[in-house]
């Protein structure tokens, strides 16, 4: 069994800036991509960024684009994503996928495989 745990949620004043970490463990397996998702109360899950391993290439929400940096290590499946310059409308529980084969469509959700069970991200104005 494949397990995705993140890390690195918290609290933050506006302005200010959170690193999220998520690492794989279990059954080994082979990622194609990993990718960030959240999901604020009463909304429908949204990509915020993904990175494809194959070329090192980054996606990012527009609402996200300038401010967060999608990064990892493909050999140990682990990804980050540094958040800076938080706002209020960042505020959500936030979610690292990771799929086995290449993404059509990178942001969104059904293309990944394993996801983990999400870290709180509150930014205070």
């Known amino acids: 069994q494949v397990q995705l745990v993140e890390s690195g949620g918290g609290l933050v004043q506006s302005g200010g800036s959170l690193r999220l970490s998520c690492a794989a463990s279990?059954?080994?397996?082979?990622?194609?991509?990993m990718g960030w998702f959240r999901q604020a109360p009463g909304k429908e899950r949204e990509f915020v960024a993904a990175?494809?391993?194959?070329?090192?290439?980054?996606y990012y929400a527009d609402s996200v684009k300038g401010r967060f940096t999608i990064s990892g290590d493909n050999a140990k499946n682990t990804v980050y994503l540094q958040m800076n310059s938080l706002k209020p409308e960042d505020t959500a529980v936030y979610f690292c996928?990771?799929?086995?084969?290449?993404?059509?469509?990178?942001?969104?959700?059904?293309?990944?495989?394993?996801w983990g069970q999400g870290t709180q991200v509150t930014v205070s104005s």
């Open positions: 279990g059954r080994p397996f082979t990622s194609i991509a």
């Open positions: 990175i494809t391993w194959s070329r090192g290439s980054t």
């Open positions: 996928a990771a799929a086995r084969t290449r993404p059509v469509l990178v942001n969104l959700p059904r293309q990944y495989d394993y």
